[in-house]
């Protein structure tokens, strides 16, 4: 059962849950300056720092070209879902994901089973299952918290690899994405290798370094650096509710912008189809509103709580080592600091008191 907060709609302007379809500017934009990259990176013989810089740029575009896919697949930018499943192709096409198979895997289970064991496929697993599982096993060293250097790695890589993992093995296995189209799955994921292939055959393996393996760590790194803050340490809970089950992470303004407010995830969660542009209305209402329980901190803090803390989970609320038996804590409340609400945001109440951010 999730928990309503529809009532906090009458509190925000009725033209934040309009598609905003001006993202299909910068959209385009972002997939055209990417390819172009590549263009240059394939025809020319450039030095290696203007390739790296071309490298670095191509990982950016490809990186929030994911971000507005996301956005583009909950409706928040296009209703048609026509077109939704047009540009999102190409949008989780350098991820070489199946705009069918994320909205399953991402709208209808992880937005309906938040931190829910089992249902939801983005929820760490329990140490039962731990001790069931080889893959968990062989998988928990890369993560944070494991105490092993691979785990440093996690961020630059593992988004992608779970994603070919979930799309072409747990989907079948997993009785929880029975209902998917897989056929379509299977369409579109054909379509998006032939493509990959053939770029990589008009590359040659020699431009493979700049044009594949540098934009596949930095796409991987920005948008997963969010993801797994967003919940990885809070704790499981039966009931979705997005306060208790899901964190919002900060960063620089400038960054915020870039990454279209990305970290916003517990406004996210309770209103899917609003754009990112309009997310931090729905923050400044939250800290007005559940001063006490709205969990939010900077995105270095949750960055470095996360390799603090393990990723296995000993009961819901409690995460545990299963090589040192050494236990941590899930999200607790702490004192935060007061923060203004933007100019044009009108509030119910006449100003914010008693903000508060989480300690781990």
């Given at each position: 059962?999730?928990?309503?907060?529809?009532?906090?709609?009458?509190?925000l302007?009725?033209?934040?849950?309009?598609?905003?379809?001006?993202?299909?500017?910068?959209?385009?934009?972002?997939?055209l300056?990417?390819?172009?990259?590549?263009?240059?990176?394939g025809?020319?013989?450039?030095?290696?720092?203007?390739?790296?810089?071309?490298?670095l740029?191509?990982?950016?575009?490809?990186?929030?070209g994911?971000?507005?896919?996301?956005?583009l697949?909950?409706?928040?930018?296009?209703?048609?879902?026509?077109?939704?499943?047009?540009?999102?192709?190409?949008?989780?096409?350098?991820?070489?994901?199946?705009?069918?198979?994320?909205r399953y895997?991402?709208?209808?289970l992880?937005?309906?089973?938040?931190?829910?064991?089992?249902?939801?496929?983005?929820?760490?697993?329990?140490?039962?299952?731990?001790?069931?599982?080889?893959?968990?096993?062989?998988?928990?060293?890369?993560?944070?918290?494991?105490?092993?250097?691979?785990?440093?790695?996690?961020?630059?890589?593992?988004?992608s690899?779970?994603?070919?993992?979930?799309?072409?093995?747990?989907?079948?296995?997993?009785?929880?994405f029975?209902?998917?189209?897989?056929?379509?799955?299977?369409?579109?994921?054909?379509?998006?290798?032939?493509?990959?292939?053939?770029?990589?055959?008009?590359?040659?393996?020699?431009?493979?370094?700049?044009?594949?393996?540098?934009?596949?760590?930095?796409?991987?790194?920005?948008?997963?650096?969010?993801?797994?803050?967003?919940?990885?340490?809070?704790?499981?809970?039966?009931?979705?509710?997005?306060?208790?089950?899901?964190?919002?992470?900060?960063?620089?303004?400038?960054?915020?912008?870039?990454?279209?407010?990305?970290?916003?995830?517990?406004?996210?969660?309770?209103?899917?189809?609003?754009?990112?542009?309009?997310?931090?209305?729905?923050?400044?209402?939250?800290?007005?509103?559940?001063?006490?329980?709205?969990?939010?901190?900077?995105?270095?803090?949750?960055?470095?709580?996360?390799?603090?803390?393990?990723?296995?989970?000993?009961?819901?609320?409690?995460?545990v080592?299963?090589?040192?038996?050494?236990?941590?804590?899930?999200l607790?409340?702490?004192?935060?600091?007061?923060?203004?609400?933007?100019?044009?945001?009108?509030?119910?109440?006449?100003?914010?008191?008693?903000?508060?951010?989480?300690?781990?």
């Amino acid at each position: 059962m999730t928990k309503d907060y529809r009532y906090l709609k009458k509190h925000l302007p009725d033209d934040i849950f309009k598609p905003n379809r001006l993202f299909l500017l910068p959209l385009i934009g972002t997939a055209l300056a990417g390819w172009a990259c590549v263009g240059v990176i394939g025809l020319t013989e450039l030095p290696w720092y203007l390739n790296l810089c071309l490298s670095l740029l191509i990982g950016y575009c490809w990186s929030v070209g994911g971000l507005f896919g996301h956005e583009l697949l909950h409706g928040a930018i296009v209703r048609s879902k026509k077109w939704q499943n047009i540009i999102g192709f190409f949008c989780f096409l350098p991820y070489l994901i199946s705009p069918t198979f994320w909205r399953y895997w991402h709208n209808k289970l992880h937005h309906s089973y938040t931190q829910k064991i089992i249902m939801d496929p983005d929820a760490f697993p329990t140490l039962k299952i731990y001790r069931q599982s080889k893959f968990i096993q062989w998988m928990f060293p890369f993560t944070p918290g494991s105490g092993k250097k691979r785990s440093f790695f996690y961020l630059f890589f593992w988004f992608s690899f779970n994603a070919q993992i979930a799309q072409h093995y747990f989907r079948y296995r997993n009785k929880i994405f029975n209902k998917l189209n897989h056929k379509r799955v299977n369409v579109e994921m054909v379509l998006a290798l032939l493509i990959h292939a053939s770029v990589l055959v008009w590359l040659g393996p020699s431009q493979w370094f700049w044009a594949v393996i540098i934009p596949f760590v930095v796409m991987n790194y920005i948008p997963f650096s969010y993801i797994s803050t967003n919940h990885n340490l809070s704790p499981l809970t039966k009931r979705n509710d997005p306060l208790s089950n899901s964190l919002t992470v900060t960063n620089h303004p400038v960054l915020e912008a870039l990454h279209i407010n990305f970290g916003y995830h517990v406004e996210h969660h309770l209103f899917p189809t609003i754009s990112g542009a309009h997310l931090k209305k729905v923050h400044y209402l939250l800290k007005n509103e559940f001063p006490s329980k709205y969990q939010f901190m900077p995105k270095w803090r949750a960055i470095r709580a996360l390799y603090q803390t393990s990723r296995i989970y000993k009961n819901s609320m409690t995460l545990v080592n299963p090589y040192s038996g050494k236990t941590f804590g899930t999200l607790v409340e702490a004192e935060g600091v007061k923060t203004e609400a933007p100019r044009d945001y009108k509030s119910p109440k006449t100003e914010f008191n008693n903000s508060r951010d989480v300690e781990i």
